[in-house]
């Protein structure tokens, strides 16, 4: 796969969503465009391990090419075998390395954002990475630790003198977390002087944020949340049309439904599995269904159903026609 390629096809990309992004969500998403779709993060430190949920992220893979496999770590030992782990299971069309994750979790690695004050290492990931594997990769980042702290820049001349193939930029700081204003002019700033594509990122859940965000030049534009309450969001947007009110009450049913068909045939015969997509799915379902009329009064009544038949009963009455 070819980051410059893809993105002259489709603009618009699928970002990593840690608990969203699994399997069958990206099987979900891929019927709604043909985008890059991003897995969720995978510990490469996991993948050495050989932890059964690190290799479970990528699963399907072949469901929803072009697919890109994002790891975290802070310790650039550790990529090439989690690359060498990654082509054994699932042969992935690129890589991304995260470098912008604020959660204490991926902090305490030393990856994600906690790469945007060690620099030294960043460039060790970014070089051992490009080693590794002959496929193209990308680096997801923020703007820098906080707005007294930009890295940006440094770290594009970084990626492009090191060989990734494209940046992702979420245009916030590590400390905004997951609010506050997207810095446009950091977007252009990189846009107008990167040799690779940039791909921007930050609050796209409209066709007025989709072109905020294209006017500053970038080559591709990254949707998360929005992504994960309204997966249909891609193929409304390259219609010219809004994602809230694209689909009918039934129409949302069915996507769920659909959802959960991926979900079950995923699980396979595992009852553990089959447990966490039943709760997943409940979640999906409020995250869908949120704007809509009397969705508090549902959230409750769905919340309260710990069997299938019960809670697809209930769904179906809220949202049949
Ligand atoms: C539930 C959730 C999980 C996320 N997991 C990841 C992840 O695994 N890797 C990553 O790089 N970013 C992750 N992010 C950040 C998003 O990819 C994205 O950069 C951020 O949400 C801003 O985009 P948005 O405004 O379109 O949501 C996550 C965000 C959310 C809301």
């Known amino acids: 796969m070819n980051f410059a390629e893809e993105l002259k096809k489709n603009f618009l990309v699928s970002a990593p969503m840690a608990g969203i992004t699994s399997p069958p969500y990206r099987k979900l998403l891929r019927t709604f465009f043909d985008g ?136 916030r700081t590590k400390r905004q977390m997951f609010t506050g204003d997207v810095n446009y002019e950091a977007l252009a700033e990189l846009a107008s002087i990167a040799k690779i594509p940039i791909i921007g990122n930050g609050n796209i859940d409209s066709l007025e944020s989709l072109e905020r965000i294209r006017q500053t030049g970038v080559s591709g534009a990254m949707i998360a949340r929005a992504a994960m309450r309204s997966p249909w969001i891609f193929k409304a947007l390259s219609e010219g049309r809004e994602p809230l009110g694209y689909l009918t009450k039934s129409g949302i049913y069915s996507l769920i439904r659909e959802l959960y068909g991926y979900m079950l045939t995923h699980a396979g015969d595992n009852e553990r599995k089959k447990t966490h997509y039943f709760n997943i799915i409940k979640k999906f379902s409020l995250y869908f269904s949120k704007g809509l009329q009397n969705s508090a009064e549902f959230r409750v009544r769905a919340y309260q159903k710990d069997n299938e038949k019960d809670f697809f009963g209930i769904l179906k009455e809220y949202l049949g026609d």
């Open 36 to 171: 890059i779709i991003y897995t969720e993060m995978t510990s490469v430190e996991g993948l050495k391990r050989g932890s059964p949920a690190s290799l479970e992220f990528l699963d399907m893979i072949g469901e929803c090419r072009p697919c890109v496999v994002q790891f975290f770590g802070g310790n650039h030992k550790s990529y090439a075998e989690a690359v060498r782990i990654a082509e054994e299971h699932a042969v992935p069309d690129g890589y991304d390395i995260n470098m912008g994750c604020p959660v204490k979790k991926v902090l305490k690695t030393g990856g994600g954002a906690a790469l945007l004050t060690n620099l030294a290492e960043l460039k060790e990931i970014v070089r051992s990475l490009r080693r590794a594997t002959e496929k193209e990769f990308s680096i997801k980042i923020r703007l820098g630790a906080d707005e007294k702290n930009f890295v940006y820049k440094e770290v594009l001349k970084i990626a492009e003198r090191e060989g990734a193939n494209a940046l992702v930029v979420h245009a």
